[in-house]
């Protein structure tokens, strides 16, 4: 059976219910291991990932920290510097890694993953190809989040996946597929 | 025994905790048969109310105010129960609140925290309500709106909930087939 390495990053709270989720609706035999990559100041992460482990059933995965690029309410200003640092910590690790799929949906710690591994992989070709995917939180109706309007914008995205026709109206670049969670 | 759940999510919501325990809507509670409202304050202030509520996990304080039963509590683990044994929930704009509501198939109140009025958690509130699935207020309406939900020509409709499976399905017909 083709197997796909998969890094998928947490975020806080809702972030990490709505991925949670997305991953119950994936062939887990397929999309291993999962490396989760979650911020050093999550704490309730770890323990919602438990929740998909299926009795009887193998479930391979691994957990990585990594320093948070901006924290909720956080200065634009200070979160360029903490961002910046975001960046290099994730260099040794995306590398280390060497995913095949990209899961993100949303927190500010996403960014700096999908910027790295899509300069590692597409641009200096030092990992082979990562596909990256990015699901915009059910919240999000008629606007894009942050997150999601830097990765339409900076097209790092394979796929910029929304919830509700109507933000596929507005970003025509991105996907829908109905309500995922 | 018919229940109130009152969840305000991870922060805080105090007016609406005050608005829900207030004498009149306590009243209205009573004339509509309830018998016990039980509500989860999150971080809020309510020292006037329940003085002796702490901040760890388990504690629970009661009291009885206009012949119901008042439990309440700052955060569980998992909400599921309370969710599970109401027969009205009324919810901050919070996701995670409304559709682990919509899920467990409860009618639902949602109620717009207006001193967040930036937070994008509105839209799904009010889409949600536009999709017929739950009522949608503010805490100076939720005595109007609570009538409402009590008319019988409102039918709010059955949630269809999301479905991950799409998702799936998705990666591997699209990226990797």
Same mark, same amino acid.
């Given at each position: 059976?083709?197997?796909?390495? =998969?890094?998928?990053? @947490?975020?806080?709270?809702?972030?990490?219910?709505?991925?949670?989720? @997305?991953?119950?609706?994936?062939?887990?035999?397929?999309?291993?291991?999962?490396?989760?990559?979650?911020?050093?100041?999550?704490?309730?992460?770890?323990?919602?990932?438990?929740? @998909?482990?299926?009795?009887?059933?193998?479930?391979?995965? /691994?957990? &990585?920290?990594?320093?948070?690029? /901006?924290?909720?309410?956080?200065?634009? +200003?200070?979160?360029?510097? =903490?961002?910046?640092?975001?960046?290099? $910590?994730?260099?040794?690790?995306?590398? /280390?890694?060497?995913?095949?799929? +990209?899961?993100? &949906?949303?927190?500010?710690?996403?960014?700096?993953?999908?910027?790295? =591994?899509?300069?590692?992989?597409?641009?200096?070709? +030092?990992?082979?190809?990562?596909?990256?995917?990015?699901?915009?939180?059910?919240?999000?109706?008629?606007?894009?989040?942050?997150?999601?309007?830097?990765? $339409?914008? +900076?097209?790092?995205?394979?796929?910029?996946?929304?919830?509700?026709?109507?933000?596929?109206?507005?970003?025509?670049?991105?996907?829908?597929?109905?309500?995922?969670? | 025994?018919?229940?109130?759940?009152?969840?305000?999510?991870?922060?805080?919501?105090?007016?609406?905790?005050?608005?829900?325990?207030? !004498?009149?809507?306590?009243?209205?509670?009573?004339?509509? %048969?309830?018998?016990?409202?039980?509500?989860?304050?999150?971080?809020?202030?309510?020292?006037?109310?329940?003085?002796?509520?702490?901040?760890?996990?388990?504690?629970?304080?009661?009291?009885?105010?206009?012949?119901?039963?008042?439990?309440?509590?700052?955060?569980?683990?998992?909400?599921?129960?309370?969710?599970?044994?109401?027969?009205?929930?009324?919810?901050?704009?919070?996701?995670?609140?409304?559709?682990?509501?919509?899920?467990?198939?409860?009618?639902?109140?949602?109620?717009?925290?207006?001193?967040?009025?930036?937070?994008?958690?509105?839209?799904?509130?009010?889409?949600?309500?536009?999709?017929?699935?739950?009522?949608?207020?503010?805490?100076?309406?939720?005595?109007?709106?609570? !009538?409402?939900?009590?008319?019988? !020509?409102?039918?709010?409709?059955?949630?269809?909930? %999301?479905?991950?499976?799409?998702?799936?399905?998705?990666?591997?017909?699209?990226?990797?087939?």
């Amino acid at each position: 059976m083709m197997r796909v390495k =998969t890094a998928v990053v @947490l975020g806080s709270g809702g972030h990490t219910g709505e991925m949670v989720k @997305l991953l119950s609706g994936m062939d887990l035999e397929m999309y291993r291991p999962i490396e989760f990559i979650i911020a050093e100041t999550d704490k309730m992460s770890a323990q919602k990932i438990e929740q @998909l482990r299926d009795v009887g059933k193998k479930f391979d995965y /691994r957990i &990585n920290l990594i320093k948070r690029s /901006r924290s909720v309410g956080q200065s634009y +200003l200070t979160s360029i510097f =903490t961002t910046i640092m975001a960046i290099l $910590y994730s260099i040794p690790l995306i590398y /280390r890694i060497r995913p095949q799929l +990209l899961l993100v &949906n949303g927190p500010g710690t996403c960014i700096p993953c999908c910027i790295i =591994t899509f300069v590692l992989s597409r641009i200096l070709c +030092l990992i082979p190809e990562c596909k990256i995917v990015y699901v915009e939180s059910i919240c999000r109706v008629k606007k894009l989040s942050l997150t999601g309007k830097i990765l $339409y914008s +900076l097209r790092l995205a394979d796929s910029l996946i929304v919830q509700w026709p109507e933000l596929k109206q507005a970003y025509p670049q991105s996907v829908y597929i109905g309500q995922l969670v | 025994m018919k229940n109130v759940f009152v969840t305000v999510g991870t922060t805080k919501f105090e007016l609406l905790i005050d608005t829900v325990l207030s !004498d009149k809507v306590l009243e209205i509670f009573n004339k509509h %048969g309830f018998n016990k409202v039980i509500v989860q304050i999150g971080n809020g202030n309510h020292e006037n109310i329940f003085p002796n509520i702490s901040w760890e996990k388990s504690s629970i304080a009661n009291l009885k105010k206009k012949n119901l039963e008042i439990e309440a509590y700052r955060f569980k683990s998992s909400l599921k129960e309370d969710f599970k044994k109401a027969d009205l929930v009324i919810s901050h704009a919070g996701s995670g609140s409304i559709i682990e509501s919509l899920e467990a198939n409860k009618k639902l109140i949602v109620v717009c925290n207006e001193d967040l009025m930036d937070n994008h958690q509105f839209e799904l509130a009010e889409k949600m309500s536009q999709l017929g699935y739950l009522l949608y207020t503010t805490c100076s309406s939720l005595i109007t709106t609570f !009538d409402r939900l009590k008319d019988s !020509d409102l039918k709010l409709k059955k949630y269809e909930p %999301g479905n991950p499976r799409l998702f799936g399905n998705y990666l591997n017909n699209n990226i990797f087939s």
